[in-house]
C-alpha cells in the first residue's frame, strides 16, 4: 500500500482520531505538521477540485485565525486563487487533517469516508 501524507496539527483530536485509524487499519503514513508547513497551492488546488470549487470546506471555520481574520464575511466575495494563497500560507486556516493519498485528497476525519478511501 501506498504511503499517504498526512498534514496534522499535534492538539487537534480530529487529528488523533485520523492517526488512531491510520495506525489501527496499519496504513503507512507520513505525518507533516500543518502549522509549519502547510498543504501546498498545488494540492489545495486539487482538493478544490474534488469539492466542486466550493474552498470554504478546505477553511478550519472553526480555529482561532479564521474568526480573527474575520474570514466568514470576507470569504463570501473571495476568489478562488486568494483563497488558495491564505491556505498555503496559514497552516492552521486548513480545514485538518488534510490528507493526500493515492485516490485524492481527504481534508476532516469522517470515519465512513475514509473508510472507501481506503478499503474501497
Known amino acids: 500500500m501506498e ?14 482520531k485520523a492517526l488512531k485509524y491510520l495506525d489501527a487499519h496499519q496504513i503507512p503514513y507520513k505525518k507533516i505538521p ?4 502547510p ?6 488546488k486539487t482538493a478544490l477540485k474534488q469539492f ?9 471555520t472553526s480555529g482561532l485565525v479564521y474568526r ?7 470569504i463570501k466575495t473571495m476568489q478562488a486563487d486568494e483563497a488558495i494563497d491564505l491556505l498555503s ?3 492552521k486556516l ?3 487533517p488534510f490528507v493526500l493519498t493515492a485516490n485524492g485528497i481527504l481534508v476532516g476525519f469522517k470515519e465512513a469516508e475514509w473508510d472507501t478511501t481506503f478499503q474501497g
Open 68 to 74: 480573527e481574520m474575520k474570514l466568514s464575511q470576507k
Open 52 to 60: 466542486d470549487g466550493e474552498f470554504k470546506k478546505l477553511f478550519n
Open 3 to 16: 504511503q499517504v501524507t498526512i498534514f496534522e496539527y499535534a492538539k487537534c483530536s480530529t487529528c488523533r
Open 89 to 91: 500560507a496559514n497552516g
Open 39 to 44: 498543504p501546498t497551492k498545488k494540492a489545495l
Open 94 to 96: 486548513v480545514k485538518r
Open 34 to 37: 500543518i502549522v509549519d508547513q
